[in-house]
């Protein structure tokens, strides 16, 4: 990234403390099925009080999780104009970019974005009565020339276990495990590549400054490094969400929030960057198809006045 870039100066309050707190909390809910009968339950309070959750013993191979972290790191080892020839642009948001703001600071990263099925379709506008679509279409860059292949595999596996999870919820919700199956046809799910290069002002800026994710769920994969923050229900406070090998980080995004009229939240997080070294994640965001209004579920509401009201 060069040279410390003023927009990605942090406002004072937001600027990260640099010892920060270890949450040992975040509940990791063992997947194997010897467990099955804790899962529900374990999901349930995960969920209620945290937003946040690791599994182990997900299903997921670790050698294919081992390709696409690695074909990540050869992407953005590439020089800067071999980059940009995928970059994201005012017609396609998919493909390589570098000036993302989250709350109009920058932030200290780069991304790599793709869609699970492209052509993927989004609505072109909010508005309910335009029905126009704007199709998404991935962009692979010549090398890694591997790249597509190991990311068509990795989004077969994110899906599945993201299919597992939904279920758990839906049980945990107290609906069937299928309940909303029918609302992914069609979905929009996206896999990004985050770089964060070593920062020198890591006390002023942040890789990903906060924000909740507006999907139904987030799978994530990160480094070794650390630097993922997650700020507490109960008081405020953001605590690191320690690495711990071959574990995904899974939180409930704003649709299943308000599908759970409010019984689970997306929570804030943040990403601190450091002087030393660089780190990689792997989130896969996954969404419900474009033509689902997304509201409270009616079996939650009744003789209740829903929280939200229907979105798109
Ligand atoms: O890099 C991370 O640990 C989290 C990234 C994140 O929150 C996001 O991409 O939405
Ligand atoms: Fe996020």
Redesign the pocket.
């Known amino acids: 990234m060069g040279e410390v870039d003023p927009a990605c100066i942090q406002d004072t309050q937001h600027r990260p403390k640099l010892a920060v707190i270890e949450a040992e909390g975040i509940p990791l809910i063992d997947l194997s099925s010897a467990n099955a009968f804790n899962h529900v339950s374990q999901i349930a309070d995960a969920c209620k009080n945290w937003g946040f959750f690791q599994v182990i013993n997900h299903g997921v191979p670790s050698e294919s999780r081992r390709k696409i972290e690695d074909a990540a790191r050869k992407f953005f080892a590439l020089p800067l104009e071999e980059k940009r020839k995928v970059s994201r642009d005012e017609v396609n948001p998919l493909g390589y970019f570098d000036t993302e703001h989250t709350k109009n600071v920058r932030d200290w990263k780069e991304v790599f974005d793709l869609v699970v099925s492209s052509p993927a379709f989004i609505p072109a506008s909010p508005d309910p009565d335009e029905k126009e679509l704007n199709e998404l279409i991935n962009q692979w860059p010549q090398y890694p020339p591997e790249l597509r292949e190991v990311c068509e595999e990795y989004a077969r596996e994110m899906e599945k276990l993201a299919f597992k999870l939904l279920g758990l919820i839906s049980l945990s919700l107290g609906f069937p495990e299928n309940r909303f199956n029918l609302l992914f046809e069609e979905s929009t799910n996206f896999i ?1 590549f ?1 770089h964060y290069p070593p920062c020198p002002i890591p006390h002023l800026a942040l ?2 400054g906060r ?1 909740k ?1 507006g999907v139904a769920l ?1 799978i ?1 994969a ?1 480094d070794d490094v650390g ?2 923050q997650v700020k507490l229900k109960t008081n405020g406070e953001w605590v690191r969400v320690k690495p711990t090998p071959d574990t995904y980080i899974i939180n409930v995004g704003d649709i299943v929030q308000v599908w759970s009229n409010d019984t689970f939240e997306s929570v804030e ?1 943040r ?1 601190m960057v450091n002087s030393e070294g660089e780190r990689f ?1 792997i ?1 896969f965001f996954f969404s419900p198809g474009h033509h689902v209004w997304v509201k409270p579920l009616e079996e939650l509401t009744k003789g209740e006045k829903p929280k939200y009201r229907a979105y798109n």
């Open positions: 990004r985050n890789g990903a924000h994710d987030t994530l990160q630097g993922l997080h990403v994640s989130p």
